[in-house]
């Protein structure tokens, strides 16, 4: 792929080892100029999803519920607009596999169709650079965040994974209020070589006491996890450390693993409210409601059984809903509260107008905080798992 007369090609770019610890502004914008691109600029999302942030101070930031590049990064598909510059613009999603991290603004004098695959390939480019970077560039962080963090959001951020995660078969994306000042809810998702890990806790209370028992708990999930420990190994992973290192601590939570080749659901109950199943654009009602077991950390309370683990098996299109309590109990501008029966039908008329699963999620959270008289009464953390084996 080669620039206009007098470029170099992108090969000889990337292949100069000191292109490599460029910043990520100069290398957007020296890369850009080796594509024949006019000019290039990366946005990132904020934390809450409310804004696209340049990562350079030049350009302002972009409102992604009213804006192109906003409709871009809402339908992860390519926009184009005629531009200030006297040219174009057209507008790529940065993804991370399904992971949505922002936009990329390609500015030109014309768009042709080997304009528009430079812009592809930048854009793939830069999204895995921004992976790798925003672990330990701060000025990712800085950028993204518009309000001071909590000391014990901080500790939990640090723990959590990516909001989005997911392979052809299988999506797993979460959304955790309020984004600063979080204090014992969590979540987690991983894939493995045929199955799908998700978990959502709640810890007793609102502090940082709280934000360690669910940091512990993530922890000793994953550490059963990458030994290819079984779901109940899992739940007894948790149980052990919060009795060894937090004796005086629990957290209620769903811990599930799916198995994306077959569509059977496992999962253990601890003492959170029941997993709810959307199919065929209705809410099964009860589907997976099973007796639960104790919360996490009080295990001298299931006498001498073991944790119980419940199956199902899911089919194509099959939504699955894990989420904490503050979620339906958040109080709407009528004053009522979300309820179950509100907060199935939020997701079932978003996904029948065919919205992907990260944006039903920011949408619905945002219905939640954003109304005058709304308001959440407790940490919110919703999980949804879609299952598309036809995919």
């Known amino acids: 792929m080669t620039a206009e007369p007098g470029g170099t090609t992108l090969e000889d770019f990337l292949a100069d080892p000191a292109n490599c ?31 696209l942030v340049p990562l350079t101070d030049v ?12 409709w871009c990064y809402r339908t992860q598909s390519l926009r184009v607009e005629e531009s200030d510059r006297d040219g174009m613009t057209a507008w790529f999603p940065l993804l991370d596999g399904a992971e949505r991290l922002g936009v990329l603004a390609v500015h030109a004098q014309t768009l042709t169709a080997s304009s528009l695959r430079q812009g592809r390939a930048l854009a793939a480019l830069l999204a895995m650079m921004t992976t ?77 006491l709280s934000g360690l028992t669910s940091a512990v708990a993530l922890a000793a999930c994953r550490n059963a996890r990458r030994t290819d420990a079984d779901l109940r190994s899992l739940v007894d992973s948790v ?62 309370l299931l006498s001498s059984r073991d944790r119980r683990v419940h199956e199902t098996r899911l089919q194509p299109g099959d939504r699955v809903l894990l989420y904490t309590d503050g979620v339906i109990e958040a109080r709407m501008a009528d004053g009522r509260l979300l309820g179950l029966e509100r907060f199935a039908d939020y997701v079932i008329r978003a996904s029948a107008t065919g919205e992907i699963a990260p944006e039903t999620l920011r949408r619905l959270i945002h219905s939640l905080l954003d109304s005058r008289d709304s308001r959440l009464r407790d940490d919110a953390t919703i999980l949804m798992v879609e299952w598309q084996p036809d995919h």
């Open 132 to 208: 790798s970077k925003r672990a330990y560039k701060e000025t990712f962080v800085r950028r993204t965040r518009t309000a001071p963090m909590q000391l014990p959001a901080e500790m939990l951020r640090a723990f959590l994974p990516p909001r989005t995660i997911g392979n052809g078969r299988v999506v797993s994306t979460a959304v955790l209020e309020p984004a600063y000042d979080i204090g014992g809810d969590a979540f987690d998702h991983a894939l493995t070589a045929d199955h799908l890990h998700a978990v959502v806790l709640d810890a007793m209370g609102h502090n940082l």
């Open 59 to 70: 350009t302002a930031s972009l409102l992604i519920d009213a804006s192109l590049a906003g």
């Open 239 to 300: 149980d052990q450390a919060l009795t060894q290192w937090l004796p005086d601590q629990f957290c209620t939570g769903i811990l599930a693993q799916l198995d994306f080749s077959t569509g059977v659901l496992q999962w253990s109950n601890c003492g959170h409210p029941t997993p709810l199943l959307i199919r065929d654009q209705r809410l099964v009602v009860d589907a997976l409601a099973r007796e639960a077991d104790p919360p996490m950390g009080l295990r001298s």
């Open 21 to 51: 610890t460029l910043d990520l502004a100069t290398f957007v914008a020296r890369c850009a100029k080796a594509l024949g691109l006019r000019h290039a600029v990366v946005y990132l999302a904020d934390l809450q999803q409310r804004h």
